[in-house]
């Protein structure tokens, strides 16, 4: 106990760091949502016809997105809700670049009602590194 206090900074950047590195599956476990890698995706794509949300910016989604993919960034999630309520129950892709945006975006569309909300992990680039197809409009 003596340590800690005489080296209180030391203990800090013990707590933070160890609180940093659990974070994510902490975050997992918490989550309303899903996250399925390219596999689970394609499959579901072939057999249950869902929602591939593209929640990119605009630039982004012009250089090249998943076929069939609706584009609304994440920032007009809630002001286009309802464009989107049309789709309330079919499960729902949503992707971004890397699978960071896409997380904000999946816990919004449960906050509006969305059962099934699955994260695309990696996200776009994940699927053109499996070399899956991407069109460009």
């Known amino acids: 106990m003596k340590f800690i206090t005489e080296n209180w900074s030391l203990a800090l950047v013990f707590v933070v760091s160890?609180?940093?590195?659990?974070?994510?599956?902490?975050?997992?476990?918490l989550s309303s949502t899903e996250q399925i890698g390219t596999l689970e995706?394609?499959?579901?794509?072939?057999?249950e016809n869902p929602l591939l949300l593209d929640v990119r910016e605009p630039n982004e989604y012009?250089?090249?997105?998943?076929p069939g993919a609706l584009h609304i960034p994440l920032s007009q999630i809630k002001d286009r809700s309802g464009e989107l309520a049309r789709y309330a129950t079919r499960p729902v892709i949503v992707y971004c670049e890397r699978g960071m945006r896409s997380s904000g975006a999946a816990s919004?569309?449960?906050?509006?009602?969305?059962s099934r909300v699955l994260e695309l992990r990696?996200?776009?680039?994940?699927?053109?590194?499996?070399g899956l197809p991407t069109k460009k409009d």
């Open 122 to 130: 990696g996200g776009l680039r994940a699927w053109r590194d499996a």
């Open 41 to 47: 995706a394609t499959r579901l794509i072939n057999n």
């Open 18 to 29: 160890g609180a940093m590195l659990l974070w994510p599956l902490i975050k997992g476990r």
């Open 62 to 66: 012009d250089s090249g997105h998943l």
């Open 108 to 114: 919004a569309l449960s906050r509006l009602g969305f």
